[in-house]
């Protein structure tokens, strides 16, 4: 069977570029093995997102944000340091701005992205690729259920190991950081007041991300044999330390999840594209969690490679075109990256020198409306 564009990976990534891709002529397959419709729970999921107003844009823009069943706007994020004086506050109104973005669960925005998709006719292949082959036109793509399909265009959005990039043999960069990411969701009768809040300490961060005025998912970062540790205590204890970590600021929280953690590993494709082929999402670049912009980058991923293809006059999958999406990407995806890598660096040392170096950096940014304003507006999607 043919197909105009083949998307590999129905997650979030791969579904919001087949719905940037539905109102045009193209023929359009997602081939994903696992449940694209994720089942949506009364309780809140483990796993979510800091979406950007750039990225609620999107979403607006190919009709998924309206059918988003849970969305916390959040108008504050706050930062504040164990082991000097600084500290960091970014208000939505500095930038005449409603809110800074929205805490959703990553499953409810692949649902409502899923329910969009319904309505289109993009096609769902429920398979793995095995084997792909470059033809004059495209590429053939083998399936696992012994299915051949052709494309013009492939889009690799499997994920950090993308098995895409490997079948295209693209290389890539690889920073492990020896450390893991715990996440659970919280409660706590004192109110997070629409804010995010980041603690640094001298072993770890903590995230809090409010998903309403009383619960909250955490992702506490830490060194792989603290991580562990942290993993090996009873919820009970987990939520004393937790509580701790951020000197109790919202009194003694309590779980009301279980407690996952998976490893911080930073991956860079060193070619997002060749001919007739892209990578987009973390199969082009996965990044430390510490700014929560993950996702938030292969949105943006979208709005461009989307917008290059469809203004192009060139066949589908020319490489030229191809080329202006990764040129247009990359910088701003290895800048992201990069400054993930130097602000965990950085507050990883705790010299006395760079502790007060440190502190004095975010005070004066605090106190600097011009440099604020810069790194709030990257952070919100508008670099």
């Given at each position: 069977?043919s197909?105009?564009?083949?998307?590999v990976?129905?997650?979030?990534?791969?579904?919001?570029?087949?719905?940037s891709?539905?109102?045009?002529?193209?023929?359009?397959?997602?081939?994903?093995?696992n449940?694209?419709?994720?089942?949506?729970?009364a309780?809140?999921?483990?796993?979510?997102?800091?979406?950007t107003?750039?990225s609620?844009?999107?979403?607006?823009?190919i009709?998924?944000?309206d059918?988003?069943k849970?969305?916390?706007?959040?108008?504050?994020t706050?930062?504040?340091?164990?082991?000097?004086h600084?500290s960091l506050?970014?208000?939505?109104?500095d930038?005449n701005?409603?809110?800074?973005?929205?805490?959703?669960?990553?499953?409810?925005?692949?649902?409502?992205?899923?329910?969009?998709?319904?309505?289109?006719?993009?096609?769902?292949?429920?398979?793995?690729?095995?084997?792909l082959?470059?033809?004059?036109?495209?590429?053939?793509?083998?399936?696992?259920?012994?299915?051949t399909?052709a494309?013009?265009?492939?889009?690799?959005?499997?994920?950090?190991?993308?098995?895409v990039?490997?079948?295209?043999?693209?290389?890539?960069?690889?920073?492990?950081?020896q450390?893991?990411?715990i996440?659970?969701?919280i409660?706590?009768?004192?109110g997070?007041?629409d804010?995010?809040?980041?603690?640094?300490?001298?072993d770890?961060?903590?995230?809090?991300?409010?998903?309403?005025?009383?619960?909250?998912?955490?992702?506490?970062?830490?060194?792989?044999?603290?991580?562990?540790?942290?993993?090996?205590l009873?919820?009970?204890?987990?939520?004393?330390?937790?509580?701790?970590?951020?000197?109790?600021?919202?009194?003694?929280?309590?779980?009301?999840?279980d407690?996952?953690?998976?490893?911080?590993?930073e991956?860079?494709?060193k070619?997002?594209v060749?001919?007739?082929?892209?990578?987009?999402?973390?199969?082009?670049?996965?990044?430390?969690?510490?700014?929560?912009?993950?996702?938030?980058?292969?949105?943006?991923d979208?709005?461009?490679?989307?917008?290059?293809?469809q203004?192009?006059?060139?066949p589908?999958?020319?490489?030229?075109?191809?080329?202006n999406?990764?040129?247009?990407r990359?910088?701003?995806?290895e800048?992201?990256?990069k400054?993930m890598?130097?602000?965990?660096?950085?507050?990883?040392?705790n010299?006395?020198p760079?502790?007060?170096?440190?502190g004095?950096?975010?005070?004066?940014?605090?106190?600097?409306?011009?440099?604020?304003?810069?790194l709030?507006?990257h952070?919100?999607?508008?670099?």
């Open positions: 069977m197909y105009d564009i083949i998307i990976g129905g997650g979030m990534v791969g579904q919001a570029f087949a719905l891709m539905a109102k045009t002529d193209y023929k359009i397959a997602i081939i994903e093995p449940n694209p419709n994720p089942e949506l729970q309780d809140y999921h483990t796993r979510v997102s800091a979406i107003p750039t609620e844009k999107l979403l607006k823009n009709s998924a944000w059918l988003i849970r969305k916390h706007a959040f108008s504050h706050s930062v504040w340091d164990q082991n000097s600084g506050d970014f208000h939505a109104q930038e701005l409603d809110h800074l973005g929205h805490i959703i669960e990553n499953d409810v925005i692949q649902s409502a992205l899923f329910s969009a998709l319904e309505k289109t006719d993009v096609e769902f292949i429920n398979a793995k690729v095995t084997t082959e470059k033809t004059t036109t495209g590429y053939q793509v083998q399936l696992d259920n012994t299915t399909l494309c013009q265009l492939l889009i690799g959005a499997d994920g950090a190991r993308s098995r990039r490997d079948l295209a043999s693209i290389e890539f960069s690889e920073n492990d950081y450390q893991k990411a996440v659970c969701n409660k706590s009768l004192q997070f007041k804010t995010t809040w980041q603690r640094f300490l001298s770890s961060i903590i995230a809090l991300l409010p998903l309403s005025e009383h619960q909250a998912s955490i992702v506490w970062s830490a060194e792989n044999t603290l991580a562990d540790e942290l993993m090996q009873s919820k009970e204890a987990f939520a004393k330390r937790l509580s701790a970590g951020v000197e109790y600021r919202f009194g003694e929280f309590e779980l009301v999840s407690i996952q953690a998976f490893p911080l590993i991956r860079s494709a070619d997002y060749q001919e007739n082929l892209a990578l987009i999402g973390d199969a082009a670049h996965n990044i430390h969690p510490l700014a929560g912009q993950g996702v938030n980058l292969g949105f943006s979208i709005i461009e490679l989307s917008q290059q293809l203004s192009s006059s060139k589908l999958g020319d490489y030229s075109t191809l080329r999406y990764a040129r247009a990359r910088l701003d995806n800048l992201m990256a400054t890598t130097g602000l965990n660096w950085i507050y990883k040392e010299n006395e760079l502790r007060w170096l440190r004095f950096g975010m005070n004066i940014i605090n106190e600097n409306p011009t440099l604020k304003s810069f709030q507006k952070a919100l999607g508008n670099s």
